[in-house]
């Protein structure tokens, strides 16, 4: 899945405000059912940072416009 990450057309959390907003997302993908984990990647290179939700259906937050995500 990261392997399709395309930081060209990514908008990555890079504010207090974003990340409060990726978070906040992030957390409601998280209460789907079953077993989930929130981790938090950071890709100095391309100065990217993101939460990745693993489980079923795996998913990644780094948009911080409305309820916006990646799958």
Known sequence: ?????????TE?????????AAISIADRIADEPGEREIRLVEIPRFNALFFWITGPKPRFVDRVRGDEFTE
């Open 12 to 20: 990555f959390v890079a504010t207090k405000r974003g990340l409060l």
């Open 1 to 9: 899945m990261i392997g399709k990450f395309q930081a060209e057309r």
